[in-house]
């Protein structure tokens, strides 16, 4: 299971930092993404991480946000820093075919 946290409403230019918890091996030896999906709208990857830490973002959030995961304690983070109206959306985890329940994040502009 994956249990995603951290959402909520924060104004534009503001940060959140989003969890994910993986019950069990989930994120062993696999890469993890988040996701998000706004209402109407596809659901986009944000960013991955793989297991030896090697990243990759989506171009909107370039520069912004920080996917890191701690191998140790199954757990994988995503710091949003200067968000923007746009990046209203439910955020997903997502590894090893499992997805997390997602976690609402709203931005006021």
């Known amino acids: 299971q994956l249990q995603a946290s951290g959402g909520g409403l924060v104004q534009a230019g503001g940060s959140l930092r989003l969890s994910c918890a993986a019950s069990g091996a989930i994120f062993s030896g696999n890469t993890v993404g988040w996701y998000r999906q706004a209402p109407g709208k596809q659901r986009d990857l944000v960013a991955v991480i793989a297991n030896g830490g090697s990243t990759n973002y989506a171009d909107s959030v370039k520069g912004r946000f920080t996917i890191s995961r701690d191998n140790v304690k199954n757990m994988v983070y995503l710091q949003m820093n200067s968000l923007k109206a746009e990046d209203s959306a439910a955020y997903y985890c997502?590894?090893?075919?499992?997805w997390g329940q997602g976690t609402l994040v709203t931005v006021s502009s």
């Open positions: 997502y590894s090893a075919s499992v």
